[in-house]
């Protein structure tokens, strides 16, 4: 359970992390939510930082008018997200490194990328 001075930590952290900042994850309710959306040709934003060895949630917010499969080979996750539909996929405390998602519906898509450190 952290207690409110890590909960600080963290958003000084962000702050400190500049123009990075708007791709930094929220922390709600005791675990970081890293927030994605596909546009139709890739995702955005292509790299989400979240902190490691913690458990996390992606949302992932499909925007365009196709379904996907949002697909971690990685962190072993796939789910369906239809157009217009936001969803909430929860991971697993990970050790630090940097682990790849993919439309599995579509390999033309961009891969993107969720970096725990
Ligand atoms: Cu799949």
Redesign the pocket.
Same mark, same amino acid.
């Given at each position: 359970m952290p207690c409110r001075k890590n909960v600080i930590l963290m958003f000084l952290a962000a702050a400190a992390a500049g123009p990075l900042a708007f791709s930094q994850p929220v922390r709600a309710g005791g675990a970081t939510v890293a927030a994605v959306r596909f546009n139709g040709d890739r995702f955005e934003p292509a790299k989400l930082t979240v902190p490691a060895n913690q458990p996390f949630k992606v949302e992932v917010t499909n925007a365009d008018n196709k379904a996907i +499969?949002f +697909?971690s080979f990685d962190l072993h996750r +796939?789910r369906v997200v239809r157009p217009g539909e936001t969803i909430t996929v929860y991971m697993a405390p990970t050790a630090p490194g940097h682990y790849t998602f993919c439309d599995?519906f579509d390999h033309s898509v961009t891969e993107g990328a969720i970096e725990a450190r």
């Open positions: +499969e +697909e +796939e599995d």
